[in-house]
Each structure stands twice: as structure tokens, then as C-alpha cells.
């Protein structure tokens, strides 16, 4: 089964930068849509954009305009650019495939993203 390794947080000041970085350990053009999520402490993971094999994006209505999310099939690699970094930012952040039903792939162990001054 796929494997996913996330990478690319860190902690940075408010109105910072990151890009993360999901690595699948085999092809993920077969996958329709992946999807960017996050997890905050003591929240409910929630879906902060998704992307289709054709390049359509949703994204969470708090997050247009800051996140960018893009994906290389080549590369079997999805990246979130995130600009504007806010405190409520901050998250563990993990990506999966996106369902109707929910994503199907074993979770990785994610990565963290703090915000803080």
C-alpha cells in the first residue's frame, strides 16, 4: 500500500513562509485527488485543500489567497505553499488521497507547523 511522508515544517514568525512537501512511495497519478490536512491541538483533523490529477484546487475559505497546493506526478511529490503564516496556522499538517467518504490511505506521521513570535 502507498506509504506518504510529509516534510517541510518548522516554526517561523507570523507572516512567514513554508512549503511542505509529501512524498508517496509509489505513483500517485492513479490517485484522482490528494488533499492536504491539519491538525491543531485539541481540534479535529480538517482538510485545508485539495487537488485533482487535473490541476483543480479547493481550498478551506480561510485559507484562499495565503495557501498554494500543487502536485508533480512525476515526481509522485504534493507540495502546500503556505504565505502569510498565522498563529491559528500552526498544526500538525498531513496529507492523504481525498474521498467523499474519507481518505483511505494509512496516515503519515506528519509534520508540524508553528507560528509564533
Known amino acids: 500500500q502507498v506509504q506518504l511522508v510529509e516534510s517541510g515544517g518548522g516554526l517561523v514568525q507570523p507572516g512567514g513562509s513554508l512549503r511542505l512537501s509529501c512524498v508517496a512511495s509509489?505513483?500517485?497519478?492513479?490517485?484522482?485527488?490528494m488533499g492536504w490536512y491539519r491538525q491543531a491541538p485539541g481540534r479535529k483533523r480538517e482538510l485545508v485543500a485539495r487537488?485533482?490529477?487535473?490541476?483543480?484546487?479547493v481550498y478551506a475559505d480561510s485559507l484562499k489567497g495565503r495557501f498554494t497546493i500543487s502536485r508533480d506526478n512525476a515526481k509522485n511529490t504534493m507540495y502546500l505553499q503556505m504565505n502569510s503564516l498565522k498563529p491559528e496556522d500552526t498544526a500538525v499538517y498531513y496529507c492523504?488521497?481525498?474521498?467523499?467518504?474519507?481518505?483511505?490511505?494509512?496516515w503519515g506521521q506528519g509534520t508540524q507547523v508553528t507560528v509564533s513570535s
Open positions: 492523504n488521497n481525498w474521498r467523499t467518504f474519507g481518505p483511505s490511505i494509512p
Open positions: 509509489e505513483s500517485i497519478f492513479s490517485i484522482n485527488t
Open positions: 487537488i485533482t490529477n487535473d490541476g483543480v484546487t
